[in-house]
T-cell receptor, first 114, second 113 residues
Framework: GNSVTQMEGPVTLSEEAFLTINCTYT??????LFWYVQYPGEGLQLLLK?????DKGSNKGFEATYRKETTSFHLEKGSVQVSDSAVYFC?????????????FGSGTRLQVQP | NAGVTQTPKFQVLKTGQSMTLQCAQD?????MYWYRQDPGMGLRLIYY???????DKGEVPNGYNVSRLNKREFSLRLESAAPSQTSVYFC????????????FGPGTRLTVL
């Protein structure tokens, strides 16, 4: 079946540091890949997505590239801010399953200190 | 547009009690989903509805039932609550395609004593 593996958290960084959160996946077909962010006490919001190999998703300074050869979709940001503190979820959507629901990783908590 | 709304926001139940979690979306989406979020486990799919009039089981359907009342509304019912159902429940909706974005509600935090 499909699965998503994310690096364990929490990740603690100082403001303006470089961020990488690793995400790898297993899927039967050619999935679409997503990063969602959850701020404290809120629901999940889409951060970025990529729908085919070599696509790069980007938003709010975050980037991730769909790497089919390494089955990865790592999230990066060049300079984090305190306001980026949240939980980040990597997810995939497999078009070959009828439900087209998301399969999520376990989430990575990011804490950015001033 | 309100997006996806859920009620209630918080609920405490005793073991064996029943309740219904309500979800509505105003984006004219075809597909709707119920997930539960537990610490360290990400979100797991309970039930989904690919279109109005259809519902199907997800990964963890035991102890739950759903109703797709119309295109807008998708409710989740716990017939006899158990402590293992203590969780945060999220409703989501999507236009339909696998590349489409899922939009999430704010969640319902449920505690079963």
């Amino acid at each position: 079946g499909n699965s998503v593996t994310q690096m364990e958290g929490p990740v603690t960084l100082s403001e303006e540091a470089f961020l990488t959160i690793n995400c790898t996946y297993t899927a039967t077909g050619y999935p679409s890949l997503f990063w969602y962010v959850q701020y404290p006490g809120e629901g999940l919001q889409l951060l970025l997505k990529a729908t085919k190999a070599d696509d790069k998703g980007s938003n709010k300074g975050f980037e991730a590239t769909y790497r089919k050869e390494t089955t990865s979709f790592h999230l990066e940001k060049g300079s984090v801010q305190v306001s980026d503190s949240a939980v980040y979820f990597c997810a995939l959507s497999d078009p070959y399953t009828g439900r087209r629901a998301l399969t999520f990783g376990s989430g990575t908590r990011l804490q950015v200190q001033p | 547009n309100a997006g996806v709304t859920q009620t209630p926001k918080f609920q405490v139940l005793k073991t064996g009690q029943s309740m219904t979690l309500q979800c509505a979306q105003d984006m004219n989406h075809n597909s709707m989903y119920w997930y539960r979020q537990d610490p360290g486990m990400g979100l797991r799919l309970i039930y989904y509805s690919a279109s109005e009039g259809t519902t199907d089981k997800g990964e963890v359907p035991n102890g739950y039932n759903v109703s797709r009342l119309n295109k807008r509304e998708f409710s989740l019912r716990l017939e006899s609550a158990a402590p293992s159902q203590t969780s945060v429940y999220f409703c989501a909706s999507k236009a339909g395609g696998s590349t489409d974005t899922q939009y999430f509600g704010p969640g319902t935090r449920l505690t079963v004593l």
